[in-house]
């Protein structure tokens, strides 16, 4: 059956009811032609799932009952992704479902030296519009209990200054050392950059940051590729451990 999302703000578990609208009550009513009576499964993307029957249809919004829900703990292991902005916005929006669809925690669009695509402040609010129905979409699709965070684009530097992470990552070319670190249970940094890569002097400032670099590869991989390599990494050890704290 289909997941469905809502904000956790239009559940009210204690009365058992809950309420869906925008693009969500769009699909499931214009599209799918739900009704009153039908029962479709519902996330707020905080760890809950719903089974809900549909029991008003308004112009706008549906409201349905909650019928049972499940909590799900978040994933012991937390991937963030910090990869630059990319000139072709089809290529970041296609890294942005895929990071999605394999489980990372969060997003951080990153404007390193050689970032080329650089939108305004104004242009970024519809930006982070687009990028949070992909992210939705994509966390729908492969029925993820927990969608990602996606912050808004933030230079390198202030990437360098983030804290709270086990073990911090630099892919780049320029790397012969292979990915050797455990991340089950921990929380991990990537950095990825862009279109010609890193310059020496962001490695130089990342390694003085506590960033390890590491190697891909002897081939060169785009960005997208590489960011969702690195997810794909994490991912097969925790499959490789058995675990199922990944959503």
């Known amino acids: ?13 204690k009365a ?6 925008g693009d969500e009550f769009h699909h ?9 009576g039908d029962e479709i499964l519902v996330t707020d993307g905080c760890g809950f799932r719903y ?27 937390e991937v963030t992704v ?7 916005p089809q290529r970041f929006d ?16 990153m404007i390193t030296a050689r970032t080329i695509s650089q939108p305004s ?48 990552l630099m892919p780049y070319e320029g790397s012969a050392l292979p990915p050797m670190a455990q991340c089950t249970g921990r929380k991990v940094l990537f950095l990825v950059g862009g279109e010609g890569g890193f310059t020496a002097a962001e490695v130089q400032a990342a390694e003085a940051s506590g960033f390890s670099p590491l190697s891909f590869g002897n081939t060169i991989l785009r960005a997208e590729t590489a960011g969702i390599f690195a997810i794909a ?15």
């Open 1 to 13: 059956m289909e997941l469905f999302y809502t904000a956790a703000e239009q559940v009210d578990l």
């Open 16 to 21: 058992r009811i809950l309420e869906i609208d």
């Open 28 to 36: 499931i009513v214009r599209v799918l032609r739900k009704k009153a």
């Open 51 to 77: 089974e809900v029957t549909i029991t008003d249809v308004g112009k706008k919004a549906l409201r349905g009952a909650i019928l049972s829900h499940i909590h799900c703990e978040p994933p012991a292991t």
């Open 82 to 88: 910090a990869i630059s902005l990319l000139k072709a």
């Open 94 to 109: 296609f890294f942005l479902e895929k990071a999605t669809e394999l489980g990372v925690s969060t997003i951080i669009p």
């Open 121 to 168: 402040s104004e242009k970024v609010q519809g930006k982070l519009i687009r990028w949070n129905t992909i992210t939705l979409s994509a966390a729908r699709q492969s029925k993820r209990l927990y969608l990602p965070a996606l912050r808004e684009p933030l230079p390198f530097s202030k990437v360098l200054a983030l804290q709270g992470y086990d073990i911090k």
């Open 233 to 247: 990494y994490v991912r097969s050890q925790l499959l490789n451990a058995e675990s199922s704290a990944w959503l």
